[in-house]
């Protein structure tokens, strides 16, 4: 029995047997499901089932949550949001946003066997070849990491560490600053014509990479932009004056929604409150200013409405 499965039996006081069987089957253990993106397309997810969920939750709290993931990665970590990676580039002019093309698949079961030898063997003195089998069973669908998957924002943050520390140093020389929340990098600068250097940089870094081999930039999400045009960071507007907002637009869709709170079907209800209880995380005076507009009790009952 590998070390693995007796951590995994420890936590969840299963029998070998039955965790053996879920590890063999992982493949399997999946359903898939739709969800929009903004730009009218769709994005596949796949959602473990109940046991291999637990499994990957063991592995997710006792083996890759011990690690430590760089700085400049703002997705997925304890304390990070949007809004924290938003700030990093309120201040700058300038700003350069590049995108992974098919980030999780494009993160194979070879190479998470190549960070298990290159990681969590070094980081784990317990960890054997059989421990980096059933970890990439637990944390693959049919040989990739998929978006669904407890583990794989932690494994592909982990496995970026190299990359992101690569071009943090240069960025640092070069006085820009940088950030990548998930699948989206973010370069900004107030040094004018600086961005192009350093978008040719991050394909070259990419193109050289090892770990994960695959992995290539999306063109045609490749945005320059500046305070002449919207400067949009993880779904938000960095603002002239240096700061961060939803932005303008949809500030007056929220107006328009609270106004008609009565007419309003459940799930637009549901929508709504869900959404003001986002925008009062990015934006709380947003929040005091609709209070005094159309009454603090009215927000209280869009932000508590339970349908």
Not at 106 to 127: A, G, N, P, R, T
Not at 153 to 171: H, V
Not at 200 to 221: A, C, F, G, W
């Amino acid at each position: 029995m590998t070390s693995l499965l007796k951590l995994i039996k420890s936590k969840t006081f299963l029998d070998e047997s039955y965790i053996k069987k879920v590890c063999l089957s992982a493949n399997s253990l999946y359903t898939s499901f739709y969800k929009n993106k903004k730009n009218g397309k769709t994005r596949k997810i796949y959602h473990p089932n109940r046991e291999l969920k637990v499994f990957q939750r063991v592995l997710l709290d006792n083996v890759l949550d011990r690690l430590n993931q760089h700085a400049a990665s703002m997705a997925y970590s304890k304390g990070s949001s949007i809004k924290l990676n938003a700030e990093e580039h309120a201040k700058n002019n300038y700003l350069l946003r590049m995108d992974f093309s098919k980030f999780f698949e494009s993160i194979s079961s070879d190479d998470i066997y190549q960070f298990c030898k290159d990681v969590l063997s070094k980081e784990f003195s317990y960890w054997t070849e059989d421990d980096t089998e059933v970890f990439t069973r637990f944390v693959c669908r049919k040989g990739s990491l998929v978006m669904g998957a407890v583990t794989s924002p932690a494994i592909a943050n982990l496995i970026l560490y190299e990359f992101d520390e690569t071009l943090s140093r240069f960025c640092l020389s070069m006085g820009v600053s940088y950030t990548r929340y998930a699948d989206d990098m973010y370069f900004s600068t107030n040094k004018r014509n600086l961005l192009r250097g350093v978008e040719r940089k991050v394909y070259k870094e990419v193109k050289e990479l090892q770990l994960p081999k695959s992995l290539k930039i999306n063109n045609s999400k490749t945005y320059h932009s500046s305070k002449k045009r919207r400067r949009l960071v993880t779904g938000l507007i960095l603002t002239d004056d240096g700061n961060v907002s939803i932005g303008r637009d949809k500030k007056r869709e929220v107006r328009s929604l609270v106004f008609n709170w009565d007419g309003l079907s459940p799930v637009e209800k549901q929508k709504l409150s869900g959404y003001l209880s986002y925008a009062k995380s990015i934006e709380p005076d947003f929040i005091n200013r609709l209070c005094m507009k159309y009454g603090s009790e009215t927000l209280k009952k869009i932000l508590t409405y339970n349908p």
